[in-house]
């Protein structure tokens, strides 16, 4: 198995979450990529932009303002640091190690074992036989970023640069800091740790044997993402009663709203002690639960740049 790179890791981070909000309070904060953050004893504003970790970084052209504060803004924040991408590498692939005497056959039913192999191998070209020894969040994320890219041909996960990634490697360019909200250890237990493995494996056999539906919704979350309407995307992955693959309240919780809030509790540090361009996931900043409306809460004014 090749090394995989940290922009196809971060993918799985972006897409999963759920919390539940009243539609006014979703509504209140859609419509733009890119937030001001200003007030609540803020010198200097500081600004969030809402990433697709897919999204080729051409992209940025179009969110307007971006360019220019991405020069104006005195350090960058992102989910975590892209810098060290061979640690962090070596990190993930050793957490996504199956443990010792657990395997496939033991988490699944015999007829889901088959669809599971079968799936593999129609997209991947390899089966349980060769992708076994991962556990299902890494699978997932392998599975994901091939789908992706029957998808969408001109997509090449190999050469990608993600914006978040970007704009983390022009700050460091331009010498400024950069900073990261979490450590690759609090990804690795959101991803691999957060729910049992037999849940696991039976939430991937889903997401395969449903795949005309994770194809629509691939296409309606790219057209969203690229209008800005992060409400359409936070309800049609968090909130949508067609999803025959919903995930667990526990598992949506460990994917957004818990980390959301301790993002929370570290930002306005951050935004006092310097005016702050902060990239994170598109649906990190919706809903009730979301960066935008509890930044709101404490004060603080947020406003699309547009």
């Given amino acids: 198995m090749k090394a995989i790179t940290t922009s196809i890791i971060v993918i799985v981070i972006s897409i999963l979450t759920f919390v539940t909000a009243s539609a006014q309070k979703q509504n209140e904060y859609t419509g733009a990529l890119l937030w001001k953050v200003s007030g609540n004893g803020l010198t200097k504003p500081s600004y969030i932009l809402g990433t697709h970790h897919l999204t080729h970084i051409s992209f940025i052209d179009s969110i307007k303002g971006l360019k220019n504060i991405i020069e104006s803004a005195e350090q960058t924040v992102g989910e975590l640091l892209m810098s060290d991408q061979s640690a962090m590498q070596g990190k993930f692939q050793q957490a996504a190690a199956m443990p010792a005497g657990e395997s496939y056959s033991k988490l699944l039913s015999p007829e889901d074992y088959i669809k599971l192999d079968v799936g593999l191998k129609d997209m991947l070209g390899a089966g349980i036989d060769q992708l076994g020894m991962f556990k299902p969040g890494m699978i997932s994320m ?27 490697r022009i700050a460091k360019e331009k010498g400024k800091p950069v900073l990261g909200l979490e450590t690759v250890e609090d990804q690795i237990r959101v991803v691999f740790d957060a729910e049992p493995l037999k849940d696991q494996a039976r939430s991937l056999v889903c997401m395969i044997d449903n795949k005309e539906i994770s194809k629509d919704q691939l296409n309606a979350l790219n057209t969203y993402y690229k209008k800005g309407q992060l409400d359409k995307m936070y309800n049609l992955s968090f909130n949508n009663p067609d999803d025959p693959c919903k995930m667990s309240q526990k598992q949506q919780n460990a994917l957004n709203k818990d980390r959301n809030d301790k993002w929370i509790e570290k930002l306005p540090q951050i935004m006092k002690e310097k005016s702050s361009l902060i990239a994170v996931g598109a649906l990190h900043l919706p809903a009730e639960d979301g960066l935008l409306y509890q930044l709101a809460k404490l004060g603080y004014t947020v406003e699309p740049v547009k």
């Fill in 142 to 168: 392998i599975y994901t970023i091939a789908f992706y890219t029957k998808l969408y041909p001109e997509f090449n996960p190999m050469s990608h640069e993600a914006i978040d990634s970007y704009v983390q």
